[in-house]
């Protein structure tokens, strides 16, 4: 039994300005809405594992649904929301500084691990999240022997952390390059 986790592509925002904090909040709503970059190469091993997986799940994002699709046009997958991306949380308060959008995720997401959650998904609650996603990829590997999830860095991370824990043998760390696959089994 095999369970690979592939972190989709690049997305085709490009909005790397300087914003407010409360201009981040539609920043992510954008990245969210935006697909990926359509490329033409990517890792053989990603390609390989996508190719001969019996299940592929994916986040209902549109940027790992079209990652899917772009590695593989001719599969079936099964978008679940329970593999989204862990959320990032947004200052209570409108700082007046202004940074790009790649810094206010480093430090939303920071605070996000220490326990800020300001109008998102509590690091506790996406932690419960991924341990019952990793139960799902579990049940779909002892079913269909090899499953393919097209997913995001942070919840690729939390689940591989999670089948390491269940005695699950591969990479220490999940890729978390764009188009990155890292394969645990058992």
């Not at 998904?121 to 022997?145: C, D, F, G, V």
């Given at each position: 039994?095999?369970?690979?986790?592939?972190?989709?592509?690049?997305?085709?925002?490009?909005?790397?300005?300087?914003?407010?904090?409360?201009?981040f909040?539609?920043?992510?709503?954008?990245?969210?809405?935006?697909?990926?970059?359509?490329?033409?190469?990517?890792?053989?091993?990603?390609l390989?594992?996508?190719?001969?997986?019996?299940?592929?799940i994916?986040?209902?994002?549109?940027?790992?649904?079209?990652?899917?699709?772009?590695?593989?046009?001719?599969?079936?997958?099964?978008?679940?929301?329970?593999?989204?991306?862990?959320?990032?949380?947004?200052?209570?308060?409108?700082?007046?500084?202004?940074?790009?959008?790649?810094?206010?995720?480093?430090?939303?997401?920071?605070?996000?691990?220490?326990?800020?959650?300001?109008?998102?998904?509590?690091?506790?609650?996406?932690?419960?999240?991924?341990?019952?996603?990793?139960?799902?990829?579990?049940?779909n590997?002892?079913q269909?022997?090899?499953?393919?999830?097209?997913?995001?860095?942070?919840?690729?991370?939390?689940?591989?952390?999670?089948?390491?824990?269940?005695?699950?043998?591969?990479?220490?760390?999940?890729?978390?390059?764009?188009?990155?696959?890292?394969?645990?089994?058992?």
């Amino acid at each position: 039994m095999e369970i690979t986790l592939i972190r989709h592509g690049k997305s085709t925002l490009k909005q790397n300005q300087r914003i407010t904090c409360w201009e981040f909040k539609n920043w992510i709503q954008k990245y969210n809405e935006h697909g990926v970059i359509n490329e033409t190469s990517f890792p053989h091993q990603t390609l390989e594992k996508i190719t001969n997986a019996n299940v592929v799940i994916t986040s209902d994002l549109k940027r790992a649904i079209d990652s899917a699709t772009l590695l593989n046009s001719h599969i079936k997958i099964n978008p679940d929301p329970l593999f989204r991306e862990a959320e990032l949380p947004v200052p209570a308060r409108n700082l007046r500084i202004k940074l790009p959008p790649n810094m206010w995720s480093i430090i939303m997401r920071c605070l996000w691990y220490r326990g800020y959650s300001n109008e998102c998904e509590p690091y506790s609650s996406t932690k419960e999240r991924a341990t019952r996603a990793t139960e799902i990829l579990i049940k779909n590997a002892k079913q269909h022997q090899s499953v393919v999830l097209v997913g995001h860095g942070i919840m690729n991370l939390m689940i591989a952390k999670e089948l390491q824990r269940l005695g699950w043998k591969g990479n220490k760390r999940s890729g978390t390059k764009h188009w990155r696959s890292t394969t645990y089994s058992l």
